[in-house]
């Protein structure tokens, strides 16, 4: 069982010396259901490569799932849902959800067009994007340190896309890009409408979003006349439903169960492990391989994005 005491957290924190510096002491069991969530969220690429489903379909089938999910859960936890949160604040969670849905078909087009890897690297360009419009949106100021994050996510952005090594990119992979640099600026889009309704339940807010990510996605289908045309196989039947609820209904519970013992620059800085999973995995079971500037061009994203998110304490407490 985890130690609550903050007196023994910080003690623990000056014999590893790491925490210390950061600022954190993370506690043990939420660690580990964030560490969990991250490396389930850097593994949906892989998944979807082995959906032959449409990608608006397949975001569909994971809102209604990752809702349903988190409602029960929210349920065994005896939470209340929509409960005085206003005609006016659940409007705008249902726009975020809307929001939310067609950020994931991008990304999961983004994903039959270039490797895993390199798709979620593009996704994380999304702090960039967030320091970008904070200025225009929340009047925040670009300090120096902001502006050197954004030029270096930006470097490895090149780096990351070939262009140094090969020139302009094949049409598919510049596609896959374009791609998944469309749905960090949707991503980056709900993070930022999500800062203007502060003090909702994140189940509650969450299982709001996910529920209307599904319904605006309903009509979309309808019009655009997308059914399942493919032969529907016991794996993808098993694949499908791992989609949507392992990979949202299970990865949001635990994401949200952490952040109880952990504080809110902890889980932004361990929430990079999902990039990292994300090429592990890709290179081992996909076989995609990324080149020498690829691999330095997903550091400098993943660097500048931690940067962003990482405050260092100026003083350091040693022992004695």
């Not at 599904?214 to 019009?223: E, K, Q, S």
Request: net charge positive; hydrophobic share 55%.
């Amino acid at each position: 069982m985890s130690n609550n005491n903050p007196k023994s957290q910080y003690l623990a924190g000056a014999r590893t010396g790491i925490p210390e510096i950061l600022g954190f002491v993370p506690n043990t069991k939420s660690l580990i259901m964030l560490l969990l969530s991250m490396i389930i969220y850097g593994s949906i690429g892989i998944f979807r490569r082995y959906i032959p489903l449409s990608s608006a379909i397949l975001a569909c089938f994971r809102g209604a799932s990752g809702a349903l999910l988190l409602f029960i859960v929210a349920k065994v936890q005896k939470k209340k849902i929509a409960n005085h949160i206003g005609i006016k604040k659940v409007s705008w969670l249902a726009l975020t959800g809307a929001v939310m849905g067609f950020n994931w078909i991008l990304l999961f087009e983004a994903y039959n067009y270039t490797t895993v890897a390199t798709a979620t690297l593009c996704y994380y360009m999304q702090p960039t994007i967030v320091i970008l419009l904070s200025p225009l949106i929340f009047k925040e100021k670009m300090t120096v340190k902001k502006r050197l994050c954004v030029l270096i996510s930006v470097i490895g952005m090149v780096f990351v896309s070939g262009l140094i090594e090969n020139g302009i990119p094949a049409l598919a992979d510049a596609k896959g890009i374009l791609l998944a640099l469309g749905a960090a600026v949707l991503y980056a889009s709900v993070v930022i409408m999500n800062k203007k309704l502060p003090g909702i339940d994140s189940y509650e807010k969450t299982i709001i979003q996910l529920l209307s990510a599904a319904v605006v996605l309903i009509p979309y289908l309808l019009l655009t006349n997308q059914t399942i045309d493919t032969a529907i196989t016991p794996i993808m039947v098993i694949m499908l439903l791992i989609v949507g609820f392992v990979h949202t209904g299970v990865a949001y519970a635990l994401y949200f169960g952490s952040m109880d013992g952990l504080k809110a620059q902890t889980v932004a800085i361990f929430s990079y492990l999902d990039p990292i999973t994300a090429m592990i995995l890709s290179s081992v079971i996909l076989r995609e391989k990324m080149s020498a500037w690829g691999i330095v061009g997903a550091l400098l994203i993943i660097g500048a994005a931690l940067g962003s998110e990482i405050t260092l304490k100026k003083k350091l407490h040693r022992k004695g």
